[in-house]
């Protein structure tokens, strides 16, 4: 008798905790509906910036490259084309890659452009399944003509951008093979200066 008065109180506990409990308001946001938000200065996913004519901003230096203590970015510069210029400097990013995966979020490729062309976006949303998904390439990361020149790196919006979307349509259409390959950086940086060159 003794140990069921001990369980129907235990019951009772338990039921007030919950009653207790739904008129609290409650701490969790139904993400992705609703997004947190979170300190100015986050780190997020990169972006290639334009000018405001269209122009790239990146010149194909490599010096983001060599900054990456992580060794996540491989650029491959090309001259730029007298008649149909893709950057306003001599050279451009023939090709420029980051491998998500590798990059710690530290900041210091957009510290080392000198051109403002790398930023790190607020954006965070970056989950898959595919490893070779995270290898963003010119492609992804590059702002779409249509949408603006990008976000200054000391005028990111304060939490979540208005303008997510972008990045996040595009990322659908990498190809994992591609991505696969890219992280053998030798054997695709030869291959692909050899057909620079040629
Ligand atoms: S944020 Fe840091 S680790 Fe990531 S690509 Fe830039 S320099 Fe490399
Ligand atoms: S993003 Fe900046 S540092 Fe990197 S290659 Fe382009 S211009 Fe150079």
């Known amino acids: 008798m003794r140990k069921q008065l001990f369980n129907v109180g235990a019951i009772l506990q338990g039921l007030g905790i919950t009653f207790k409990y739904m008129f609290v308001k409650r701490p969790t946001i139904e993400y992705p509906s609703i997004k947190k938000q979170h300190a100015p200065r986050f780190h997020g996913l990169h972006e290639l910036r334009r000018y405001a004519d269209g122009k790239e901003r990146c010149i194909g230096c490599e010096l983001c490259s060599s ?71 010119k492609d992804r990361l590059l702002v779409p003509t249509d949408a603006g020149v990008g976000t200054p790196p000391d005028e990111r919006p304060n939490g979540i951008p208005a ?3 972008r990045v996040a349509e595009v990322k659908s259409t990498m190809s994992v093979d591609r991505g ?7 054997e695709v940086l030869k291959t692909e200066r050899k057909g620079l060159a040629g």
Do not use: K
């Open 180 to 186: 696969y390959s890219a992280t053998h950086r030798g």
């Open 163 to 165: 303008d997510l979307g």
């Open 67 to 137: 900054a990456c203590p992580a060794n996540a970015i491989t650029v491959i510069g090309a001259e730029n084309a007298p008649d149909a210029r893709v950057s306003p400097g001599e050279r451009h990013a023939a090709s420029y890659e980051i491998d998500e995966l590798r990059c710690i979020f530290c900041g210091l490729c957009e510290e080392a452009c000198p051109t403002d062309a790398i930023v790190l976006t607020p954006r965070f949303e970056m989950a898959d399944y595919r490893r070779g998904a995270f290898v963003y390439s």
